[in-house]
């Protein structure tokens, strides 16, 4: 199962609405997770059942989807919100990752 | 505090052989499952391989099927990661990853170690 990200890059301003999209190569009802990278950094879990928020991780972060779209929404983004972040589907194996949206700041 | 802490990384000649550490403490570790993931310099994340609470079960990415090994000594709350005929491309941060948070029917990766390198070149 192959998963694309879009977009690969984006920028945005400290306050914006940021949304990024995941879409499986088939359907993996709701076996997906949402990771942040921050350069240098471990990925940190942010998102897992496609909707279910980590614990600790703010309330401005929230995931939405299932079957092959999957969509990881910022509802307002904040400094430390810039970083790269990955899907990874829990479906089958192997467990593959999106190729990362990297979040930048405009 | 969950911790999980890598080792055994460095520099490889390619076809060479490494073995991975992954010190685990603040949680059961006979009951996760646990995982490796790496991260070429630069590039994105690939998971690699993981193993069941009590070894049983092991699943590994193709690239590295028949070339890597992954272990565990509950006793010693420690996991490995036999590396053989290392290539070029196996260079790579390699995080070890706990399987640990329950959710919709699965256990999902939770907690992830700062990672060892390794570096394959001649």
């Known amino acids: 199962i192959q998963l694309t990200q879009s977009p690969s890059s984006l920028s945005a301003s400290v306050g914006d609405r940021v949304t990024i999209a995941c879409r499986a190569s088939?359907?993996?009802?709701?076996?997906l997770a949402w990771y942040q990278q921050k350069p240098g950094k471990a990925p940190n879990l942010l998102i897992y059942?496609?909707?279910t928020l980590e614990s600790g991780v703010p309330s401005r972060f929230s995931g939405s989807g299932s079957g092959t779209d999957f969509t990881l929404t910022i509802s307002s983004l904040q400094p430390e919100d810039f970083a790269t972040y990955y899907c990874?589907?829990?479906?089958?194996?192997?467990?593959?990752f999106g190729g990362g949206t990297k979040v930048e700041i405009k | 505090e969950v911790q999980l802490v890598e080792s055994g990384g460095g520099l490889v000649q390619p076809g060479g052989s490494l073995r991975l550490s992954c010190a685990a403490s603040?949680?059961?570790?006979?009951?996760?499952?646990m995982s490796w993931v790496r991260q070429a310099p630069g590039k994105g994340l690939e998971w690699v391989a993981n193993?069941?609470?009590?070894?049983?079960?092991?699943n590994f990415v193709d690239s590295v099927k028949d070339r890597f090994t992954i272990s565990r000594d509950n006793a010693k709350n420690s996991l490995y990661l036999q590396m053989n005929s290392l290539r070029v491309e196996d260079t790579a941060v390699y995080y070890c990853?706990?399987?640990?948070?329950?959710?919709?029917?699965?256990?999902?990766?939770?907690?992830w170690g700062q990672g060892t390198l390794v570096t394959v070149s001649s």
């Open positions: 990853v706990r399987v640990g948070r329950w959710g919709s029917y699965r256990y999902w990766p939770d907690y």
């Open positions: 603040g949680f059961s570790f006979s009951r996760d499952w």
């Open positions: 193993i069941k609470e009590d070894g049983s079960e092991k």
């Open positions: 088939q359907g993996i009802s709701n076996f």
């Open positions: 059942a496609a909707s």
């Open positions: 990874q589907h829990l479906n089958s194996y192997p467990l593959t």
